[in-house]
């Protein structure tokens, strides 16, 4: 139950798009389609961004969208705005019924 | 309007015991999975444990296996954490969920010390 790999940083201008990368195995993020995406800021709870690969809930920007590939799974956040600045997190299923989270990205608007 | 609110966190001592309780309302309770998600200062989500509705299925991590007993009582709205032999890493907000792993509802969270 390692936590998936996620790049610790990433940053882009307002306007431009980023990606955001999770990384697991076949026991996870390769093997299942439960894979979700969470937005926190300080001190709060997270948020939803993202499930089921690239689904996301109401209410949440189609400036956010997901993918997978393989075992990786990516977030693009499109025509980046200031209030993205926020930690992204990926979550998975795993084969051993248990969930698993992403090491989290920290997303810089410049 | 869904509402979770968590309690019993505080500070106890390595070796020690904790219960925390998540009251849920806004949402019939016995029809949904929930679960616990942590997170250490300054550190990054990690997932606890989850339970199915009737309680049947109880799955955690490994790092809390043996330790952390995951539990509800749908006639009382509200989901259980009894953590004990407490370590220091398990130092943390953990928040309650609604949901199997995916989760649209949180809770704000309740802090756990394991400090001497």
């Known amino acids: 139950q390692s936590a998936l790999t996620q790049p610790a940083s990433v940053s882009g201008s307002p306007g431009q798009s980023i990606t955001i990368s999770c990384t697991g195995t076949s026991s996870d993020v390769g093997g299942h389609n439960y894979v979700s995406w969470y937005q926190q800021y300080p001190g709060k709870a997270p948020k939803l961004m993202i499930y089921e690969v690239n689904n996301r809930p109401s209410g949440v920007p189609d400036r956010f969208s997901g993918s997978k590939s393989g075992n990786t799974a990516s977030l693009t956040i499109s025509g980046l705005q200031a209030e993205d600045e926020a930690d992204y997190y990926c979550s998975s299923s795993t084969s051993s019924s248990t969930y698993v989270f992403g090491t989290g990205t920290k997303v810089t608007v410049l | 309007e869904v509402q979770l609110v968590e309690s019993g966190g505080g500070l106890v001592q390595p070796g020690g015991s904790l219960r925390l309780s998540c009251a849920a309302s806004?949402?019939?309770?016995?029809?949904?999975?929930m679960g616990w998600v942590r997170q250490a200062p300054g550190k990054g989500l990690e997932w606890v444990a989850n339970i199915r509705q009737d309680g049947s299925e109880k799955y955690y991590v490994d790092s809390v296996k043996g330790r952390f007993t995951i539990s509800r009582d749908n006639a009382k709205n509200s989901l259980y954490l009894q953590m004990d032999s407490l370590r220091v890493e398990d130092t943390a907000v953990y928040y309650c969920?609604?949901?199997?792993?995916?989760?649209?509802?949180w809770g704000r969270g309740t802090l756990v010390t394991v400090s001497s």
């Open positions: 969920a609604r949901g199997s792993g995916v989760y649209v509802y």
């Open positions: 806004g949402f019939t309770f016995s029809g949904y999975w």
